[in-house]
């Protein structure tokens, strides 16, 4: 395995990275520095206790991405590729075959959990393979043009809809463009916004207010067919809570 490390500044020096705590920023170096040859860590609560990191540090880099989980507990860095090039006669593949079979490499170098078999999916690079492959299927959806997602229009409907006033970053469009890929249309995004301001203004999570959650990493990200399908709670209804911690 490689000795050496590299970190993009593409990742580590985003506004949306900044604005983790010290703690949770450490550990996702922790982390790459960690890792094997392919983005994979083994004992990630392990290297959690070294870095002097806590559980909501590693949920936040799960919630915001830029780790992928297995049920195996073992995690992937889901840039590596963007950070690391290991040169073929360094290079050591990981041992975590199972988990790495479940991943995609992005065209722009990001892995992605597979949600179906890989054999059938379009426009995405192949693991596993000694040439990337990108191969064509019937069965899913092909990458939609940037040129026909309104991102500009969701943005400016998020601000106002909850006194923000978030940037159009490739870091929010990376949210929208993944669930617009899903077949969703401009009025689920205004659906899924109506709903959690209705839900999360005026209230308090972990002591913190739950306004804070409303931003484009939380909304258009892995829950957004949850919030789409949720009816507004009213005020005196408990809130509940997903396995990360964070509200639904």
């Known amino acids: ?76 860095i889901k840039d590596w590729k963007i950070h690391n090039y290991i040169q073929k006669d360094r290079y050591n593949q990981t041992q975590y075959l199972d ?54 229009e969701i943005i400016s409907y998020l601000n106002e809809k909850a006194g923000r006033s978030f940037k159009t970053t490739e870091a929010h469009k990376r949210f929208i463009k993944a669930r617009w890929n899903e077949d969703y249309k401009l009025d689920d995004f205004k659906r899924v916004v109506d709903n959690k301001v209705a839900d999360w203004t005026g209230k308090t999570i972990n002591g913190q207010p739950a306004e804070k959650y409303l931003q484009p990493s939380t909304l258009f990200g892995t829950k957004f067919d949850n919030y789409l399908n949720q009816a507004p709670m009213h005020q005196e209804q408990a809130q509940p809570y997903d396995d990360l911690g964070l509200p639904f």
Do not use: H, W
């Open 99 to 152: 988990e790495k079979k479940q991943l995609l490499v992005e065209e722009n170098g990001t892995y992605t959990k597979c949600i179906q078999d890989v054999s059938s999916l379009d426009t995405q690079v192949r693991l596993g393979k000694s040439k990337d492959r990108i191969g064509k299927s019937n069965n899913t959806m092909s990458d939609k043009s940037d040129d026909v997602i309104p991102y500009s």
């Open 1 to 76: 395995m490689a000795q050496r490390r590299m970190f993009s500044k593409k990742i580590v020096e985003t506004d949306f990275f900044m604005e983790m705590s010290p703690t949770a920023k450490l550990l996702y170096f922790y982390l790459n520095m960690s890792a094997d040859d392919d983005g994979f860590v083994g004992n990630p609560k392990t290297i959690k206790l070294i870095s002097g990191a806590t559980d909501d540090d590693l949920k936040i880099l799960i919630a915001k991405q830029f780790i992928i989980p297995f049920d195996s507990g073992v995690i992937v």
